[in-house]
């Protein structure tokens, strides 16, 4: 059980928009924590796609974007390209824990 | 270029103990924290550890508690992960990454734990 939670797996057509959600509590996102979101491609080590909720780094497509709703944060995919298809995970640190945490995981497939 | 390199994975048995190095080249390895976060197979990510870039504070997963110990030698650009007592379920990808959030990842060094 992940102290940050997302929805196992969300699916979309190319073209289209899709949401990953990630819901924590009081001692992480609501407290304040930044979510930093990582998209992980098949056989590949995890990359960095989003940082404190709404920041890309450099290189990454604007299709992506982040925000924040009280204790949760959400990803958008928008315009939805094959190469989309990957794991996505949510981070955050958690004050209770004294440590970071991952979100479950959000498989995205492309139809 | 940034490059992160772990090694020092292998199979070893429950109990025994195993350490993983990173080698960083292409930054100021000196001025960035380090985690080590693992992925069992067909799993999620799981974060394990952290420490400063001075090496002055550090934070480990309640699951590695006591048993996990990160270090770094930033005179020779390396990480370090020493696993003691290791159990079936530290089997993993483990892999090393610089800052937080953690803008570069190394490709992984695989711990099996097996009798």
């Known amino acids: 059980q992940s102290v940050l939670t997302q929805s196992p797996s969300v699916s979309g057509a190319p073209g289209q928009r899709v949401t990953i959600s990630c819901t924590g509590s009081?001692?992480?996102?609501?407290?304040?924590?930044?979510v930093h979101w990582y998209q992980q491609l098949p056989g590949t080590a995890p990359k960095l796609l989003i940082y404190?909720?709404?920041n890309r780094p450099s290189g990454v497509p604007d299709r992506f974007s982040g925000s924040k709703s009280g204790t949760s944060a959400s990803l958008a995919i928008t315009g939805l390209q094959a190469e989309d298809e990957a794991d996505y995970y949510c981070?955050?640190?958690?004050?209770?824990?004294?440590?970071?945490?991952f979100g479950g995981g959000t498989k995205v497939t492309v139809l | 270029q940034v490059h992160l390199v772990e090694s020092g994975g292998g199979v070893v048995q429950p109990g025994r103990s195993l350490r993983l190095s990173c080698a960083a080249s292409?930054?100021?390895?000196?001025?960035?924290?380090m985690h080590w976060v693992r992925q069992a197979p067909g799993k999620g990510l799981e974060w394990v550890a952290i420490?400063?870039?001075?090496?002055?504070?550090?934070h480990y997963a309640d699951s590695v508690k006591g048993r996990f110990t990160i270090s770094r030698d930033n005179s020779k650009n390396t990480l370090y992960l020493q696993m003691n007592s290791l159990t079936i379920e530290d089997t993993a990808l483990y892999y090393c990454?610089?800052?937080?959030?953690?803008?570069?990842w190394g490709q992984g060094a695989l711990v099996t734990v097996s009798s």
């Open positions: 981070q955050s640190y958690d004050s209770s824990l004294n440590g970071w945490v």
């Open positions: 990454a610089r800052n937080d959030p953690s803008d570069f």
């Open positions: 292409g930054f100021n390895f000196s001025t960035y924290p």
């Open positions: 420490i400063s870039y001075d090496a002055t504070n550090y």
């Open positions: 404190s909720f709404t």
């Open positions: 009081s001692s992480n996102i609501g407290a304040g924590y930044g």
